[in-house]
């Protein structure tokens, strides 16, 4: 069954396809301005803050994306920027990390029921601990 067919039970066969966004400006531009000055925001231990990534309502296909559907990214988006971190995240203890290099600016992938939804600066980001990152991605737009 492709992602596109449908199937007798509701969660089976169904699921999002990719969808290229039409950003007016790189999202890591928009994200990084709307943040401002983060410096006096400190984390502690292996916390890492992700600035969540909100879809842009329009995909390059020329498609609209509904108020409701933007709006549900606030909960359920799954790529953040890494835009801090605590002193000991990503650090290597031999069971996490080994060989992996997280920086600044990197798009993650998380599960959005494992971090702590806040706002710094009016722009809407999640706490995490490192272990509950999944994943980077070079594109925002390659998951959901």
């Known amino acids: 069954m492709t992602p596109r067919q449908s199937s007798t039970k509701p969660s089976e066969g169904l699921t999002m396809p990719h969808m290229p966004m039409l950003h007016e400006q790189d999202p890591k531009v928009t994200i990084l301005e709307s943040l401002g ?18 879809r842009p309502t329009k995909t390059k296909s020329g498609l609209i994306l509904t108020d409701s559907h933007v709006d549900e990214d606030r909960y359920q988006s799954k ?7 605590g002193p000991l995240a990503f650090e290597q203890d031999g069971n996490w ?21 806040i706002t710094v600066n009016n ?3 999640r706490i995490f601990d490192d272990v509950n990152i999944k994943g980077r991605v070079q594109d925002p737009d390659a998951v959901y």
């Open 37 to 54: 000055d983060i410096s006096k925001v400190e984390l502690f231990h292996n916390q890492v803050l992700l600035a969540t990534y909100l």
């Open 97 to 117: 990390f080994t060989g992996m290099e997280f920086n600044e600016h990197d798009w993650l992938i998380f599960r959005p029921s494992e971090g702590w939804s």
């Open 123 to 125: 722009v809407l980001c």
């Open 79 to 85: 790529v953040g920027l890494l835009v801090k971190r």
